[in-house]
Every structure is written in C-alpha cells, then in structure tokens.
C-alpha cells in the first residue's frame, strides 16, 4: 500500500513544474524570450529527474526500504518525458518546425549533437522499461539499463555547452553526479547499509 501511495505521489507530483511553467509563459511571466526560457527550464527539470533517479538506489542501501526502487522506473519515464518535452518545445520555439535547420544544427552545434545522442539512449531504456523487456531480454537487460551512465554524462556535456557562461551551476549538478557515480563503488556500497542501520540505532 505505501508503495502504491508514493509511486501516486510520483505521478501526482512530477508534472507539476510543467503545468507552472506553462501557466508562466501563458501569462507573459518568462521574459521576453520565453519559448527559449521554457525549453532551458524543460531541460532542467529532465536533469533533475535523472539525479533523482539514480539516487533511488543508494538511498534504498542507506535506508533500506525498498519504495526507493519502486518508485526509479517511473521517475525514468518522467525523466524521458521532460526530455521529449525539451526536444519538442526547441522543435517548435527556437526552429519554428523547420527540420532542415534541424539537420543544420546536428552538424554545426555540437551540444545538439550530443543532446540527440543522449536522447536516443533514453528512449532505448524508455521503450524497454517494462515488464515484457525485462523477460525478454534477461541478463541483457541489465547490462542495456547501464547506459543511463553514459547519459547522466553526456546531459551533463550537453549542459556545459549551453550555459558556458555560468560553470558554477553547472559544476553544482556535476558534482551531484560524480557522487551518484562514487556511492556506486563496491566499496561504498557495502558501506551503506551500514551506515543506515547506524543511522537508525542513533
């Protein structure tokens, strides 16, 4: 029950940002560019939901309830939603649905590039973030969903490309990852549960 109660919580919560952020541009609140605000903002909240998603695991260690995990794939799929998004509102705000100038942009904008790379990964384990793939491809499934590594860095080159001028922010998030990508290491993660039941006794 109190799985079912926070994956509701999840569902309920995830589409919030979207629906404010739209109620901003609707109202003029954005600025005065702002398809171009809504789409930066679209890629954010995606990065967001990617760090949040791959904290499921350590906090399930550190904790040792297993909502965590009941809760990462659809947090993924709100991750891949937001990113749809994004995708979708450069598509019709910053190219007006020219998809010449979107073959342009692949070859001359690197982050471009490497934003349809990441994409293209996320829809991989989007499509094969159910039960039926998880049968279907066993062990290979697995191995398949570790490429959400690969994408947490290449959103993460993709944001360096976008906001060069601000490293700050963009170092803030970076090292949000690089400790996702530390507490994955053997070592710590026989540490956690440790810590956790440590925790608790305190």
Same mark, same amino acid.
């Given at each position: 029950?109190?799985?079912?109660?926070?994956?509701?919580?999840?569902?309920l919560?995830?589409?919030i940002?979207?629906?404010?952020?739209?109620?901003?541009?609707w109202?003029?609140?954005?600025?005065?560019?702002?398809?171009?605000?809504?789409?930066?903002?679209?890629?954010?909240?995606?990065?967001?939901?990617?760090l949040?998603?791959?904290s499921?695991?350590?906090?399930q260690?550190?904790?040792?309830?297993?909502?965590?995990?009941?809760?990462?794939?659809?947090?993924g799929?709100w991750?891949f939603?937001?990113?749809?998004l994004?995708i979708?509102?450069y598509?019709?705000? /910053?190219? &007006?649905?020219?998809?010449?100038? @979107?073959?342009?942009?692949?070859?001359? =904008?690197?982050?471009?590039? +490497? %934003?349809?790379?990441?994409?293209?990964g996320?829809?991989?384990?989007?499509?094969?973030?159910?039960?039926?793939?998880?049968?279907r491809?066993?062990?290979?499934?697995?191995?398949l969903?570790r490429l959400?590594?690969a994408?947490?860095?290449?959103?993460?080159?993709?944001?360096?490309?976008?906001?060069?001028?601000?490293?700050?922010e963009w170092s803030?998030?970076? /090292?949000? &990852?690089?400790?996702?990508?530390? @507490?994955?290491?053997?070592?710590?993660v =026989?540490?956690?549960?440790? +810590? %956790?039941?440590?925790?608790?006794?305190?």
């Amino acid at each position: 029950m109190r799985f079912r109660l926070w994956r509701l919580f999840i569902f309920l919560v995830a589409p919030i940002p979207v629906g404010l952020w739209l109620y901003q541009a609707w109202i003029f609140a954005l600025g005065p560019d702002p398809g171009k605000v809504l789409v930066d903002r679209l890629g954010l909240g995606a990065l967001w939901l990617l760090l949040i998603t791959l904290s499921m695991t350590p906090l399930q260690k550190l904790t040792r309830w297993g909502g965590w995990i009941a809760g990462r794939r659809q947090l993924g799929l709100w991750c891949f939603t937001y990113v749809v998004l994004h995708i979708s509102g450069y598509a019709v705000f /910053l190219l &007006g649905l020219d998809m010449q100038q @979107l073959l342009i942009d692949l070859g001359k =904008r690197p982050y471009i590039f +490497v %934003g349809a790379l990441g994409f293209s990964g996320l829809l991989a384990l989007a499509v094969t973030s159910n039960r039926f793939s998880i049968r279907r491809l066993g062990k290979r499934w697995k191995q398949l969903h570790r490429l959400v590594y690969a994408i947490l860095a290449i959103a993460l080159l993709h944001m360096l490309w976008v906001v060069r001028a601000d490293m700050a922010e963009w170092s803030g998030y970076a /090292l949000a &990852g690089a400790l996702l990508m530390l @507490l994955r290491a053997p070592s710590l993660v =026989r540490l956690l549960p440790k +810590v %956790g039941r440590g925790a608790q006794e305190g």
